[in-house]
């Protein structure tokens, strides 16, 4: 996440990374609109098929039991009253159609939001997120950055993150 401590001094001009990564820059100083000192685009896509890609991470909830109870929970947080109250805060991005785009305070979310109401959306997880802890947001995090960041061969960076994939 060191990457992009150079936009807030003009030192970095473009980097990809997750629409949490706005707050990041927000904390540095960085004002977080689409005519401010950092926003976010979408970079065109390079699959026919695919026009709209979204890649992202997510929660899920499941309930052990159908008690009244235990299905007036799951009603409440499936609903778009949950869901509004819950996008007026940071870094949350909610894929129930009931939430209005005007419901997001935070621009990036409602960019992403948006994309991902697209009707022509195809959504994916981020494969980090599917991939074990240590993995994920471990050893594959650090060997790409020594790929892209240091040098390191692709063929050592896949080598590394093989390696330390958990046993069992």
Do not use: H
């Not at 299905?71 to 009931?98: E, H």
């Not at 594959?140 to 020594?146: R, S, V, Y």
């Amino acid at each position: 996440q060191d990457a992009g401590k150079g936009i807030p001094t003009g030192k970095c001009m473009m980097l990809q990374q997750a629409s949490f990564y706005g707050n990041i820059l927000a904390d540095a100083g960085a004002t977080i609109k689409e005519d401010g000192d950092a926003f976010a685009f979408y970079l065109p896509a390079t699959n026919s098929k695919v026009t709209v890609p979204v890649v992202g991470g997510g929660e899920f909830t499941a309930a052990f039991a159908s008690r009244p109870e235990v299905v007036a929970v799951q009603t409440y947080l499936s609903s778009a009253t949950f869901a509004t109250s819950r996008v007026q805060y940071d870094n949350w991005v909610s894929a129930n159609s009931g939430v209005p785009l005007a419901a997001y305070k935070n621009p990036i979310d409602r960019l992403a939001a948006q994309y991902l109401a697209d009707p022509k959306s195809t959504f994916g997880f981020d494969a980090s997120d599917l991939m074990p802890a240590a993995v994920g947001a471990g050893s594959e995090w650090k060997e790409f950055t020594a790929w892209f960041g240091e040098g390191k061969s692709i063929a050592e960076v896949v080598k590394a993150i093989d390696a330390s994939w958990p046993k069992s």
